[in-house]
């Protein structure tokens, strides 16, 4: 018995140690950051290099966009005067060979903008509603979102941006980055193996003096 505990604890500990057990993580900045100063705007939302601003429809080399729809959107821009502006959709943001990284600001003019969520790769990443720094608005910004692969993530190749309620929520998406500036984090996975590791040791001792 204390064999087989110690060596399911091995296990998990390999598992979480080769990523296996990790989800993208999450950075979101509520709209009072957004300035019409874009480079000080940048600075503060850690990101650089091609943007697309969503002012024509000539977007960044690799970015594909199904429903393309450049808008002029009063309150929705978060750069220029435009924004892809769709209605009643999925909307699939496709990297050519993959990103590590991904952002993009969202917009609304209905309060249930709540309804809907996040995939990455067609897999469920995070529910609107549970998004940091969300702020609902009748018409306006609401959230500017950054996505990151963690070690032993799957590259980013689609992102998706799903209703789940049947409402006419239309969003706006614009400021679109592929590359961020900002310090890498920690991994968080890395506390983890520790711990698993500690638990391990100390159980390994406990059924040794009980032997």
């Given at each position: 018995m204390k064999n087989s505990l110690?060596?399911?604890l091995l296990f998990l500990s390999l598992f979480i140690s080769s990523g296996k057990?990790?989800?993208y993580?999450?950075?979101?900045?509520?709209p009072d950051v957004f300035t019409t100063d874009t480079a000080a705007m940048d600075a503060i939302l850690g990101v650089s290099g091609l943007i697309e601003d969503f002012e024509d429809t000539t977007l960044i080399p690799g970015l594909s966009v199904n429903n393309l729809n450049i808008s002029?959107?009063?309150?929705?821009?978060?750069?220029?005067?435009r924004v892809h502006h769709t209605q009643f959709s999925t909307d699939v943001f496709t990297i050519a060979g993959g990103t590590d990284f991904f952002a993009v600001s969202l917009s609304s003019s209905v309060p249930s903008f709540g309804g809907g969520?996040?995939?990455?790769?067609?897999?469920?990443l995070t529910a609107f509603s549970s998004l940091p720094n969300f702020v609902s608005v009748d018409i306006g910004r609401n959230v500017y979102i950054k996505i990151?692969?963690?070690?032993g993530d799957a590259a980013i190749n689609t992102v998706t941006f799903e209703r789940t309620l049947n409402s006419a929520d239309d969003y706006g998406y614009d400021h679109l980055a592929l590359n961020e500036t900002s310090a890498a984090i920690p991994e968080p996975h890395f506390i983890g193996i520790l711990g698993f590791a500690?638990?391990?040791?100390?159980?390994?001792?406990?059924f040794r003096c009980l032997a």
């Open positions: 110690i060596g399911i057990l990790l989800a993580s999450i950075t979101t900045f509520g002029t959107r009063a309150f929705y821009e978060w750069d220029g005067s969520q996040i995939l990455i790769n067609g897999n469920f990151r692969q963690e070690s500690f638990l391990t040791l100390i159980l390994g001792r406990h």
